[in-house]
């Protein structure tokens, strides 16, 4: 199966699950509430857990910690729910913080800001309100509920300040920070002060999204001096990304924030469990550009690559979702993703040998248009043939003999219309392999359900073999290609298939 179809099959298995997905975290949300020392009040929490935890199970989540929790919690929950119905997200924990209202006033100007001026009367709680989250707060949190330790912290305007302090001046408190339109203007640009001293101090892989609008808005909030800052200042092992929504305002965007804060911050760990990418290795000619394709959600946040044969740094090129690739020697492209979690991180390696285009035959004047040949047989020591025959349209090609296992070659030419890369993946067990000619491209190994290959080919006939051994239960085998200039893959068509009457 090609990975046009693997994907399309993903999408199928979630519809199918549905109905199971919809409830993705539970709810209504716990209410709790912990008293803090260092406040000296009763703070209120909305605990939301995923859906199915019961208490005393083994599972444990990321933490997201919401301020202005009161009204944060029923949107965030709402698109958190969508996320993880559509496999963007893992479950999570989320602890919305409600704001403290002594004698009904909102004290959200009080923690939330990180200095006192002289224009607000209540203001500068900020040091304090940090110092409940980091001493009171989290370990609370991680001790009552099912914490794996990794905290992410969602604020919007001046709960967008909040994060970027947070960021700075107590980075190993969170993993992710998401900041929603951030009232960076706070106390003539206190934080960016605090950012120009404090970046360079980041030693940790960090996650920083950043949202704002378009237009005035995005000088007034002052975040294009942020992103100034950040240009300069900011070190490889911040993972940041500023992102600007046009129409919207200042209270409307905090919807469009949540969805890309959230898929920013977690999509691709919860997508790492290897890394994807087309082709896997090849042949290629000296100087003559190929592309390569990354299927890992943001893959250029994560993913870094090297071509002389270092291992890759959060310095090296970002290995984006399509790569254009020039080499004038053999090379192994190392590839490496980078969590904040090292355990997270994976490695793999793609090798790709200078050489040339395979010499194509002029048509020989043995074959038939439309289709390819088969023979099955009992085992891969060709000793006792099954069933053999021309693959039609009615015929299963994996189940092409009656019987729960057997081997089976499909052998035949295609034809190429034009000269350029072709890129050819197979899927099925390990062990599956695709010649063309006598050349061996691919061999599947253990573990392994799909290997792709590129080669330059020129125009003309190649004689093509696919070998597999089918196994009831086992891996189905299928096959395709990627023509030169073509983004996607497809099926040979029968019209370029030949085989022997």
Same mark, same amino acid.
Request: neutral net charge; charged residues 20%.
């Given at each position: ?9 993903? /999408? ?44 005393? #199970? ?8 919401? !301020?202005?929790? +009161? ?9 958190? %729910? ?15 913080? +409600? ?17 006192? %001026? ?11 309100? !940090? ?17 794996? *330790? ?6 919007? @305007? ?11 001046? +107590? ?18 640009? =206190? ?17 920083? =999204? ?5 237009? $005035? ?18 070190? /490889? ?7 600007? &929504? ?8 905090? &919807? ?54 270092? @291992?890759?740094?959060?310095? #090296? ?32 390696? /793609? ?16 074959? %038939?248009?439309?289709?390819?040949? &088969? ?11 099954? #069933? @053999? ?33 072709? %890129?050819? +993946?197979?899927?099925? *067990? ?19 359900? &799909? ?13 093509? $073999? ?13 096959? *395709? ?8 893959? #497809? ?11």
């Amino acid at each position: 199966m090609n990975r046009s179809h693997l994907i399309l099959l993903s /999408a199928l298995l979630y519809v199918l699950q549905l109905p199971a997905l919809l409830n993705a975290q539970s709810g209504p949300p716990l209410q709790d509430s912990i008293f803090s020392s260092r406040l000296n009040e009763q703070r209120k929490l909305r605990i939301l857990l995923p859906e199915g935890y019961k208490p005393g #199970s083994p599972g444990k989540y990321d933490v997201l910690y919401l !301020l202005d929790g +009161e009204w944060n919690s029923g949107l965030v929950l709402e698109v958190q %729910t969508w996320l993880k119905q559509w496999g963007f997200t893992p479950p999570i924990v989320i602890v919305g913080i +409600e704001n403290s209202y002594p004698n009904n006033n909102n004290q959200r100007g009080r923690d939330l800001t990180p200095t006192a %001026t002289p224009g607000s009367a209540s203001s500068g709680g900020g040091p304090a309100f !940090l110092s409940f989250i980091k001493n009171e707060l989290v370990p609370y949190i991680n001790k009552t509920y099912p914490s794996n *330790g990794s905290n992410i912290i969602f604020g919007h @305007s001046l709960g967008g300040l909040f994060v970027l302090y947070a960021l700075f001046s +107590e980075p190993q408190l969170f993993n992710a920070y998401v900041a929603a339109d951030p009232s960076i203007w706070w106390d003539n640009g =206190f934080i960016l002060k605090l950012a120009n001293v404090k970046l360079k101090e980041l030693k940790e892989i960090k996650s920083l =999204f950043m949202t704002g609008r378009t237009g $005035r808005a995005y000088h007034e909030m002052k975040i294009d001096s942020m992103d100034m800052v950040l240009r300069s200042k900011a070190p /490889a092992n911040l993972q940041w990304k500023t992102m600007l &929504y046009p129409d919207e305002t200042h209270i409307s965007q905090q &919807y469009k924030s949540a969805y890309d804060g959230l898929k920013f911050s977690l999509a691709p760990l919860f997508r790492n469990d290897r890394i994807h990418l087309d082709p896997m290795g090849g042949i290629v000619l000296k100087n003559k550009p190929f592309s390569i394709s990354c299927y890992n959600v943001m893959s250029e946040k994560n993913i870094r690559y090297t071509t002389d044969g270092s @291992s890759p740094q959060l310095s #090296s090129a970002a290995f984006t979702s399509d790569n254009t690739v020039s080499l004038a020697a053999n090379s192994v492209l190392h590839i490496k993703s980078f969590f904040v979690n090292e355990a997270d991180d994976k490695m793999t390696t /793609a090798d790709f040998a200078v050489g040339k285009s395979l010499i194509p035959l002029a048509k020989p004047g043995n074959i %038939t248009q439309g289709t390819l040949n &088969y023979a099955c047989y009992k085992d891969a020591g060709n000793t006792q043939k099954i #069933s @053999s025959g021309i693959i039609t349209p009615d015929k299963n090609i994996n189940q092409l003999a009656d019987a729960d296992s057997f081997f089976c070659r499909i052998s035949g030419y295609f034809e190429t219309t034009e000269a350029g890369y072709y %890129t050819f +993946e197979i899927s099925g *067990g390990e062990g599956t392999k695709l010649y063309i000619g006598d050349k061996l491209l691919i061999d599947i190994p253990a573990k392994s359900y &799909y290997q792709s290959f590129i080669i330059p080919l020129g125009k003309g006939f190649y004689p093509i $073999r696919f070998e597999y051994m089918h196994q009831k239960g086992g891996a189905n085998f299928d096959f *395709g290609y990627v023509v030169p200039g073509a983004t996607s893959d #497809s099926s040979i068509p029968p019209s370029l298939m030949y085989y022997v009457p």
